[in-house]
Protein backbone atom coordinates (compact mmCIF):
# COMPACT_ATOMS: atom_id res chain seq x y z
CA UNK A 1 0.00 0.00 0.00
CA UNK A 2 1.31 3.18 -0.95
CA UNK A 3 0.24 5.94 0.55
CA UNK A 4 0.29 9.54 -0.92
CA UNK A 5 -1.01 13.16 -0.41
CA UNK A 6 -3.15 12.83 -3.30
CA UNK A 7 -4.70 9.34 -1.47
CA UNK A 8 -5.17 11.43 1.77
CA UNK A 9 -6.94 14.71 0.16
CA UNK A 10 -9.31 12.45 -1.99
CA UNK A 11 -9.72 9.47 0.27
CA UNK A 12 -8.87 7.17 -2.16
CA UNK A 13 -7.12 3.70 -2.40
CA UNK A 14 -4.74 4.12 -4.59
CA UNK A 15 -2.83 7.78 -5.99
CA UNK A 16 -4.10 6.78 -9.54
CA UNK A 17 -6.90 9.29 -11.45
CA UNK A 18 -8.39 7.53 -14.17
CA UNK A 19 -8.65 10.46 -17.16
CA UNK A 20 -11.82 11.56 -18.24
CA UNK A 21 -11.99 11.09 -21.59
CA UNK A 22 -14.24 13.00 -24.01
CA UNK A 23 -16.42 13.49 -26.00
CA UNK A 24 -16.53 9.28 -25.55
CA UNK A 25 -18.63 8.18 -22.82
CA UNK A 26 -16.39 6.53 -19.77
CA UNK A 27 -19.28 5.88 -17.42
CA UNK A 28 -18.64 2.30 -17.13
CA UNK A 29 -14.75 2.78 -16.66
CA UNK A 30 -15.33 5.39 -14.06
CA UNK A 31 -17.31 2.63 -12.20
CA UNK A 32 -14.56 0.18 -12.36
CA UNK A 33 -12.12 2.50 -11.24
CA UNK A 34 -14.08 3.97 -8.24
CA UNK A 35 -15.03 0.02 -7.33
CA UNK A 36 -11.06 -0.23 -7.57
CA UNK A 37 -10.08 2.45 -5.46
CA UNK A 38 -8.75 4.84 -7.96
CA UNK A 39 -10.42 8.34 -8.50
CA UNK A 40 -12.75 7.63 -11.24
CA UNK A 41 -14.14 10.56 -13.74
CA UNK A 42 -16.96 11.02 -16.00
CA UNK A 43 -16.16 12.44 -19.10
CA UNK A 44 -18.71 15.72 -19.90
CA UNK A 45 -18.23 16.61 -23.97
CA UNK A 46 -20.40 13.83 -25.21
CA UNK A 47 -23.35 15.97 -25.33
CA UNK A 48 -21.32 18.33 -28.11
CA UNK A 49 -21.43 15.36 -30.21
CA UNK A 50 -25.51 15.79 -30.20
CA UNK A 51 -25.31 17.10 -34.16
CA UNK A 52 -21.04 17.11 -34.92
CA UNK A 53 -20.99 12.99 -34.43
CA UNK A 54 -24.38 11.19 -33.52
CA UNK A 55 -23.18 7.60 -33.12
CA UNK A 56 -20.66 9.25 -30.52
CA UNK A 57 -23.27 10.77 -28.86
CA UNK A 58 -25.90 7.97 -28.70
CA UNK A 59 -23.35 5.88 -26.71
CA UNK A 60 -22.56 8.59 -24.60
CA UNK A 61 -26.59 8.74 -23.83
CA UNK A 62 -26.70 4.82 -23.63
CA UNK A 63 -24.08 4.86 -20.94
CA UNK A 64 -25.29 7.28 -19.16
CA UNK A 65 -28.60 5.67 -19.04
CA UNK A 66 -30.13 8.66 -20.62
CA UNK A 67 -32.81 9.14 -23.12
CA UNK A 68 -31.93 10.33 -26.54
CA UNK A 69 -34.28 13.46 -26.23
CA UNK A 70 -33.27 14.49 -22.68
CA UNK A 71 -31.62 17.95 -22.51
CA UNK A 72 -28.01 18.46 -21.83
CA UNK A 73 -28.52 19.29 -18.12
CA UNK A 74 -30.24 15.76 -17.37
CA UNK A 75 -28.07 13.73 -19.45
CA UNK A 76 -25.40 14.58 -16.86
CA UNK A 77 -27.17 14.42 -14.06
CA UNK A 78 -28.38 11.11 -15.03
CA UNK A 79 -24.98 9.73 -15.83
CA UNK A 80 -23.25 11.26 -12.43
CA UNK A 81 -26.65 9.73 -10.88
CA UNK A 82 -25.69 6.29 -12.43
CA UNK A 83 -21.99 6.37 -11.04
CA UNK A 84 -22.90 7.33 -7.63
CA UNK A 85 -25.36 4.54 -7.30
CA UNK A 86 -23.02 1.68 -8.80
CA UNK A 87 -20.07 2.55 -6.36
CA UNK A 88 -22.41 3.16 -3.40
CA UNK A 89 -21.61 -0.76 -2.35
CA UNK A 90 -17.73 0.36 -2.48
CA UNK A 91 -17.90 3.55 -1.03
CA UNK A 92 -15.97 5.04 -4.65
CA UNK A 93 -15.10 8.56 -4.86
CA UNK A 94 -15.71 10.23 -8.54
CA UNK A 95 -15.60 13.16 -10.29
CA UNK A 96 -16.10 14.75 -13.22
CA UNK A 97 -13.24 16.26 -15.85
CA UNK A 98 -14.92 19.39 -17.73
CA UNK A 99 -12.96 21.13 -20.84
CA UNK A 100 -13.76 24.86 -19.85
CA UNK A 101 -12.04 26.36 -23.08
CA UNK A 102 -14.23 29.59 -24.68
CA UNK A 103 -15.31 27.64 -27.85
CA UNK A 104 -17.45 25.23 -24.66
CA UNK A 105 -18.35 27.10 -22.02
CA UNK A 106 -21.76 26.84 -22.16
CA UNK A 107 -21.30 22.90 -22.23
CA UNK A 108 -19.02 23.39 -18.97
CA UNK A 109 -22.02 26.17 -17.89
CA UNK A 110 -24.36 23.11 -18.09
CA UNK A 111 -22.12 20.46 -16.41
CA UNK A 112 -21.73 22.66 -13.28
CA UNK A 113 -25.26 22.97 -12.90
CA UNK A 114 -26.02 19.16 -13.22
CA UNK A 115 -23.35 19.06 -10.46
CA UNK A 116 -24.43 21.81 -7.96
CA UNK A 117 -28.48 20.40 -8.66
CA UNK A 118 -27.12 16.55 -7.38
CA UNK A 119 -24.92 18.05 -4.89
CA UNK A 120 -27.24 20.67 -3.27
CA UNK A 121 -28.85 18.60 0.00
CA UNK A 122 -27.58 15.12 -0.94
CA UNK A 123 -24.62 14.53 1.76
CA UNK A 124 -23.79 11.19 0.38
CA UNK A 125 -23.54 12.87 -2.81
CA UNK A 126 -21.18 15.60 -1.85
CA UNK A 127 -19.20 13.11 0.20
CA UNK A 128 -18.03 11.24 -3.01
CA UNK A 129 -18.63 13.14 -5.91
CA UNK A 130 -16.32 15.44 -4.98
CA UNK A 131 -13.77 16.45 -7.47
CA UNK A 132 -13.99 18.56 -10.44
CA UNK A 133 -11.16 18.31 -12.97
CA UNK A 134 -11.23 21.00 -14.87
CA UNK A 135 -8.97 20.76 -18.49
CA UNK A 136 -8.13 22.76 -21.77
CA UNK A 137 -9.05 26.41 -20.99
CA UNK A 138 -8.50 29.23 -17.93
CA UNK A 139 -9.14 27.71 -14.77
CA UNK A 140 -9.59 31.23 -13.01
CA UNK A 141 -13.54 31.56 -13.91
CA UNK A 142 -14.74 28.50 -11.61
CA UNK A 143 -13.03 29.07 -8.92
CA UNK A 144 -16.31 30.75 -7.46
CA UNK A 145 -18.05 27.33 -8.28
CA UNK A 146 -15.56 25.26 -6.86
CA UNK A 147 -15.58 27.65 -3.15
CA UNK A 148 -19.22 27.18 -3.21
CA UNK A 149 -19.51 23.46 -3.97
CA UNK A 150 -16.33 22.83 -1.60
CA UNK A 151 -15.09 20.26 -4.05
CA UNK A 152 -11.44 19.27 -4.51
CA UNK A 153 -10.08 21.08 -8.05
CA UNK A 154 -7.55 19.52 -10.22
CA UNK A 155 -6.65 21.17 -13.60
CA UNK A 156 -4.94 19.42 -16.44
CA UNK A 157 -2.46 21.41 -18.27
CA UNK A 158 0.70 21.65 -20.64
CA UNK A 159 2.79 24.02 -19.50
CA UNK A 160 4.22 26.10 -16.54
CA UNK A 161 2.61 29.80 -17.35
CA UNK A 162 -0.64 27.98 -16.93
CA UNK A 163 0.21 26.31 -13.74
CA UNK A 164 1.06 29.89 -12.10
CA UNK A 165 -2.69 30.65 -13.18
CA UNK A 166 -4.08 27.29 -11.47
CA UNK A 167 -2.63 28.38 -8.45
CA UNK A 168 -3.50 31.59 -8.59
CA UNK A 169 -6.90 30.66 -9.32
CA UNK A 170 -6.70 28.25 -6.41
CA UNK A 171 -6.74 25.17 -7.72
CA UNK A 172 -5.30 22.20 -5.41
CA UNK A 173 -4.16 19.45 -7.48
CA UNK A 174 -1.86 20.20 -10.56
CA UNK A 175 -1.95 18.34 -13.17
CA UNK A 176 0.82 18.20 -15.27
CA UNK A 177 0.02 16.80 -19.21
CA UNK A 178 2.90 15.21 -21.15
CA UNK A 179 3.65 14.74 -24.65
CA UNK A 180 3.74 11.30 -24.85
CA UNK A 181 -0.48 11.65 -23.43
CA UNK A 182 -3.30 10.54 -25.62
CA UNK A 183 -5.48 12.89 -28.06
CA UNK A 184 -5.32 16.65 -27.65
CA UNK A 185 -1.27 18.19 -26.96
CA UNK A 186 -0.24 21.37 -26.24
CA UNK A 187 0.96 23.47 -29.30
CA UNK A 188 4.33 23.79 -27.68
CA UNK A 189 4.84 20.38 -26.11
CA UNK A 190 6.64 19.40 -23.46
CA UNK A 191 7.06 15.60 -22.35
CA UNK A 192 6.59 14.45 -19.15
CA UNK A 193 10.36 13.63 -18.11
CA UNK A 194 10.83 17.45 -18.17
CA UNK A 195 7.68 18.94 -17.03
CA UNK A 196 7.01 17.12 -14.20
CA UNK A 197 9.87 17.63 -11.94
CA UNK A 198 9.63 21.50 -13.70
CA UNK A 199 6.29 21.65 -12.33
CA UNK A 200 7.10 20.13 -8.93
CA UNK A 201 10.17 22.46 -8.19
CA UNK A 202 7.94 25.51 -9.25
CA UNK A 203 4.47 24.50 -7.87
CA UNK A 204 4.58 21.57 -5.11
CA UNK A 205 3.83 23.10 -1.59
CA UNK A 206 1.70 22.35 1.53
CA UNK A 207 -1.35 23.76 -0.37
CA UNK A 208 -0.80 22.10 -3.87
CA UNK A 209 -0.29 18.65 -4.82
CA UNK A 210 1.23 17.92 -8.38
CA UNK A 211 0.53 14.74 -10.56
CA UNK A 212 1.63 13.65 -13.83
CA UNK A 213 -0.27 12.53 -16.99
CA UNK A 214 0.80 11.57 -20.60
CA UNK A 215 2.43 8.33 -20.52
CA UNK A 216 2.13 6.64 -17.27
CA UNK A 217 1.01 2.91 -17.43
CA UNK A 218 2.90 0.35 -15.41
CA UNK A 219 4.65 0.00 -12.09
CA UNK A 220 7.87 1.57 -13.94
CA UNK A 221 6.26 4.52 -15.14
CA UNK A 222 4.49 5.06 -11.60
CA UNK A 223 7.60 4.71 -9.22
CA UNK A 224 9.07 7.05 -12.04
CA UNK A 225 6.77 9.61 -11.52
CA UNK A 226 7.22 9.24 -7.63
CA UNK A 227 10.89 9.53 -7.79
CA UNK A 228 10.33 13.10 -9.65
CA UNK A 229 8.32 14.07 -6.55
CA UNK A 230 5.04 13.47 -7.96
CA UNK A 231 1.70 12.88 -5.64
CA UNK A 232 -0.20 10.84 -7.96
CA UNK A 233 -0.37 9.86 -11.36
CA UNK A 234 -3.68 10.09 -14.29
CA UNK A 235 -3.80 7.40 -16.80
CA UNK A 236 -5.63 7.31 -20.14
CA UNK A 237 -4.55 4.96 -22.85
CA UNK A 238 -3.93 2.48 -20.31
CA UNK A 239 -7.67 2.44 -18.76
CA UNK A 240 -9.01 2.86 -22.34
CA UNK A 241 -7.93 -0.71 -22.91
CA UNK A 242 -9.57 -2.47 -19.94
CA UNK A 243 -12.52 -4.82 -20.27
CA UNK A 244 -14.79 -2.22 -18.62
CA UNK A 245 -13.89 0.84 -20.81
CA UNK A 246 -16.69 1.96 -22.57
CA UNK A 247 -14.76 2.50 -25.84
CA UNK A 248 -15.59 0.39 -28.86
CA UNK A 249 -13.66 -2.49 -29.39
CA UNK A 250 -11.90 -1.61 -32.75
CA UNK A 251 -10.46 1.60 -30.43
CA UNK A 252 -9.58 -0.78 -27.56
CA UNK A 253 -8.16 -3.50 -30.38
CA UNK A 254 -6.00 -0.39 -31.90
CA UNK A 255 -4.09 0.17 -28.29
CA UNK A 256 -3.61 -3.36 -28.08
CA UNK A 257 -1.97 -3.55 -31.57
CA UNK A 258 0.01 -0.86 -31.48
CA UNK A 259 3.96 -1.33 -32.32
CA UNK A 260 6.97 0.80 -31.72
CA UNK A 261 6.02 4.35 -33.00
CA UNK A 262 2.79 3.93 -33.21
CA UNK A 263 1.05 6.95 -32.57
CA UNK A 264 1.64 10.61 -34.80
CA UNK A 265 0.31 13.98 -34.16
CA UNK A 266 -2.14 15.70 -36.73
CA UNK A 267 -4.73 17.90 -36.21
CA UNK A 268 -7.67 16.67 -34.29
CA UNK A 269 -10.98 18.99 -33.53
CA UNK A 270 -9.38 21.84 -31.60
CA UNK A 271 -5.41 21.67 -32.46
CA UNK A 272 -2.73 19.09 -32.51
CA UNK A 273 -4.08 15.85 -31.13
CA UNK A 274 -1.92 12.41 -30.51
CA UNK A 275 -3.47 9.66 -33.47
CA UNK A 276 -2.61 6.26 -33.25
CA UNK A 277 -0.46 5.71 -36.73
CA UNK A 278 -3.59 3.88 -39.08
CA UNK A 279 -3.74 4.95 -42.50
CA UNK A 280 -6.44 7.12 -42.55
CA UNK A 281 -4.60 9.26 -39.31
CA UNK A 282 -1.53 9.01 -41.84
CA UNK A 283 -2.74 10.61 -44.64
CA UNK A 284 -4.77 12.94 -42.11
CA UNK A 285 -1.42 13.89 -40.79
CA UNK A 286 -0.03 14.45 -44.17
CA UNK A 287 -2.96 17.20 -44.75
CA UNK A 288 -2.47 18.45 -41.72
CA UNK A 289 1.35 19.38 -42.77
CA UNK A 290 -0.23 21.25 -46.07
CA UNK A 291 -3.47 22.58 -45.01
CA UNK A 292 -3.14 23.30 -41.24
CA UNK A 293 0.93 23.46 -40.93
CA UNK A 294 0.25 25.40 -37.09
CA UNK A 295 0.30 21.89 -35.71
CA UNK A 296 3.69 21.20 -36.28
CA UNK A 297 5.18 24.54 -35.43
CA UNK A 298 3.26 25.06 -32.30
CA UNK A 299 1.00 27.82 -33.96
CA UNK A 300 -2.42 28.30 -33.82
CA UNK A 301 -3.56 28.37 -37.37
CA UNK A 302 -6.58 30.53 -38.80
CA UNK A 303 -9.56 27.95 -37.65
CA UNK A 304 -11.55 30.09 -40.16
CA UNK A 305 -9.18 28.82 -42.98
CA UNK A 306 -8.51 25.16 -42.43
CA UNK A 307 -10.47 23.37 -45.43
CA UNK A 308 -13.47 22.15 -43.90
CA UNK A 309 -12.70 18.38 -45.93
CA UNK A 310 -10.04 18.30 -43.34
CA UNK A 311 -11.91 18.91 -40.27
CA UNK A 312 -14.63 16.21 -41.73
CA UNK A 313 -11.99 14.03 -41.86
CA UNK A 314 -11.24 13.91 -38.05
CA UNK A 315 -15.23 13.62 -37.44
CA UNK A 316 -15.44 10.62 -40.15
CA UNK A 317 -12.41 8.85 -38.73
CA UNK A 318 -13.36 8.32 -35.09
CA UNK A 319 -17.17 7.65 -36.77
CA UNK A 320 -15.55 5.17 -38.87
CA UNK A 321 -13.82 3.30 -35.88
CA UNK A 322 -16.86 3.03 -34.02
CA UNK A 323 -18.47 1.97 -36.37
CA UNK A 324 -15.98 -1.04 -36.62
CA UNK A 325 -14.33 0.54 -40.39
CA UNK A 326 -10.61 -0.72 -40.11
CA UNK A 327 -9.97 1.21 -43.14
CA UNK A 328 -11.27 4.55 -42.79
CA UNK A 329 -10.45 4.45 -38.79
CA UNK A 330 -8.65 7.21 -36.89
CA UNK A 331 -8.54 6.88 -32.87
CA UNK A 332 -6.72 8.77 -30.75
CA UNK A 333 -4.34 7.72 -27.93
CA UNK A 334 -0.70 7.82 -26.06
CA UNK A 335 2.53 6.50 -27.04
CA UNK A 336 2.61 4.09 -24.34
CA UNK A 337 0.26 2.63 -26.44
CA UNK A 338 2.76 0.79 -27.61
CA UNK A 339 3.68 -0.84 -24.09
CA UNK A 340 0.06 -2.06 -23.81
CA UNK A 341 -0.54 -5.23 -25.01
CA UNK A 342 -3.57 -6.69 -22.85
CA UNK A 343 -7.13 -5.70 -21.85
CA UNK A 344 -7.54 -7.08 -18.30
CA UNK A 345 -10.22 -6.31 -15.55
CA UNK A 346 -9.86 -2.76 -14.35
CA UNK A 347 -9.30 -3.71 -10.57
CA UNK A 348 -7.05 -5.82 -11.53
CA UNK A 349 -4.77 -4.16 -13.80
CA UNK A 350 -4.53 -1.35 -10.89
CA UNK A 351 -3.60 -4.03 -8.25
CA UNK A 352 -0.70 -5.35 -10.58
CA UNK A 353 0.37 -1.99 -11.55
CA UNK A 354 0.59 -0.78 -7.58
CA UNK A 355 2.07 -4.03 -6.25
CA UNK A 356 5.13 -3.68 -9.62
CA UNK A 357 5.17 0.08 -8.42
CA UNK A 358 5.72 -1.25 -4.59
CA UNK A 359 8.57 -3.75 -5.58
CA UNK A 360 10.35 -1.43 -7.46
CA UNK A 361 10.77 1.45 -5.13
CA UNK A 362 11.46 -1.43 -2.16
CA UNK A 363 14.52 -2.54 -4.17
CA UNK A 364 15.63 0.34 -5.51
CA UNK A 365 18.14 0.42 -2.81
CA UNK A 366 19.51 -2.71 -3.58
CA UNK A 367 19.77 -2.51 -7.27
CA UNK A 368 21.31 1.00 -7.07
CA UNK A 369 24.19 1.39 -4.39
CA UNK A 370 24.44 4.25 -3.07
CA UNK A 371 27.84 5.33 -1.09
C1 LIG B 1 -9.11 8.92 -26.60
C2 LIG B 1 -8.74 9.99 -25.65
C3 LIG B 1 -9.61 11.06 -25.45
C4 LIG B 1 -9.27 12.09 -24.57
N1 LIG B 1 -10.15 13.13 -24.36
C5 LIG B 1 -9.89 14.07 -23.42
C6 LIG B 1 -10.83 15.08 -23.09
O1 LIG B 1 -11.90 15.19 -23.67
N2 LIG B 1 -10.52 15.96 -22.13
C7 LIG B 1 -9.32 15.91 -21.47
O2 LIG B 1 -9.09 16.71 -20.59
N3 LIG B 1 -8.40 14.98 -21.78
C8 LIG B 1 -8.66 14.05 -22.71
N4 LIG B 1 -7.75 13.06 -22.99
C9 LIG B 1 -6.46 13.09 -22.28
C10 LIG B 1 -6.54 12.26 -21.00
O3 LIG B 1 -7.41 12.86 -20.08
C11 LIG B 1 -5.17 12.07 -20.34
O4 LIG B 1 -4.67 13.32 -19.91
C12 LIG B 1 -4.16 11.42 -21.27
O5 LIG B 1 -4.75 10.30 -21.86
C13 LIG B 1 -2.94 11.00 -20.46
O6 LIG B 1 -1.97 10.40 -21.26
P1 LIG B 1 -1.88 8.81 -21.48
O7 LIG B 1 -2.87 8.54 -22.54
O8 LIG B 1 -0.48 8.61 -21.89
O9 LIG B 1 -2.23 8.15 -20.19
C14 LIG B 1 -8.05 12.04 -23.87
C15 LIG B 1 -7.20 10.95 -24.07
C16 LIG B 1 -7.53 9.93 -24.94
C17 LIG B 1 -6.58 8.77 -25.11
Known amino acids: MIKTRLTELVGIQYPIIQAGMGP???????IAAANAGCLGLCSTFGTLS?????????DFVKQAHAEMDDDDVTIFKKMFTRVFEETKESGGIFGANVMVSAEVRDNAANVMKAIKELRDGNAEMRERFKVLVTTAGDPMPWAGFVKEQGMIWMHVFPGVRTA???????VQVLIASGHEGGFHTAWQPVHSMTLLPDI????????????????????????AAFAMGADGVQMGTRFLATEESDFCDLWKQLVIDCKDGGTLIARGFVGPARWLRTDAAQQHAYNT??????SYVGVPDDFSKIPLALLEA???GVAATYMGDVENAMAGAGECAQ?????PKTADMVKTIMADTEDILRNLSKKYIVE
Open 289 to 294: AKDAPG
Open 164 to 170: ARCKKAG
Open 314 to 316: ERK
Open 24 to 30: FPVTSLC
Open 339 to 343: RIEDK
Open 50 to 58: RKSNPVVFE
Open 200 to 223: VEKFSDENTLVCGTGGFCDGKSVA
